[in-house]
Each structure stands twice: as structure tokens, then as C-alpha cells.
């Protein structure tokens, strides 16, 4: 079993960045696909974007393309989310989750696919 812990959320003006993180611990991290996910009040939680165990495979929702990186460092057993260009309609708890998998280019866009979550952050984005 693997723990996750989120980092980094907090209150920014539209068109400012944030940096959030999720530190694993308890099991290889680099034997699990990673992934973001928010739920914003009243909604469903949703996919924002998934990264393969060892990083060189990325996927992102459409709405978050060329604005939001994922990225991990297996060596830190952390991945990060880098949030550039926040809208109002970015705010919502943001979860990392983590599904084991043998396919080093696998990546889990589904809420579904993973096994693992975090507690999640607050992101609040200003207009």
C-alpha cells in the first residue's frame, strides 16, 4: 500500500501559478502511474491530467493542455503538478492518485483506474 500527501494549494489572483505536490510513501513509487484529479463544489470529481511510472508518458484534459505540467521524480518519490495561466474555473480540491502497474508506459485517466488517493488540496483561484 502507498500513502500520498498533497502540497502546495492556496489562494491565487487568475493568470498566477501554483506548484502542487504529492509525496508517496510505503511502497516503490516508481512502480505506480500517477495522476491528477479535482472536485469542485457540486461536481463530479474529474481527471486533469496522468503521468507513467517512469515519466515519459503524459496525459492531459483538454482543458488544462498548455497551461498545466505534470512531472515526477521517482529518486524524491514525489510528482508535481505546475499550474501556469489559473482561471476561476481551476478552483477545486485537487487529489493525486497512484495505480501499481508492470507497463512502464501506462497511463489512468479514469477516477475508476486508480487504487490509491491522497486527501487533497484547496486550490482557489481569484478573478
Known amino acids: 500500500q502507498v500513502q500520498l500527501v498533497e502540497s502546495g494549494g492556496g489562494l491565487v489572483q487568475a493568470g498566477g501559478s501554483l506548484r502542487l505536490s504529492c509525496a508517496a510513501s510505503g511502497r516503490t513509487f516508481s512502480n505506480y502511474a500517477m495522476g491528477w484529479f479535482r472536485q469542485a463544489p457540486g461536481k463530479e470529481r474529474e481527471f486533469v491530467a496522468a503521468?507513467?511510472?517512469?515519466?515519459?508518458?503524459?496525459h492531459y484534459t483538454d482543458s488544462v493542455k498548455g497551461r498545466f505540467t505534470i512531472s515526477r521524480d521517482n529518486g524524491k518519490n514525489t510528482m508535481y503538478l505546475q499550474m501556469n495561466s489559473l482561471k476561476p474555473e481551476d478552483t477545486a480540491v485537487y487529489y493525486c492518485a497512484a495505480h501499481p502497474t508492470s507497463g512502464k508506459s501506462i497511463v489512468v485517466v479514469t477516477t475508476s483506474g486508480y487504487d490509491y488517493w491522497g486527501q487533497g488540496t484547496q486550490v482557489t483561484v481569484s478573478s
Open positions: 503521468i507513467s511510472r517512469s515519466g515519459g508518458r503524459t
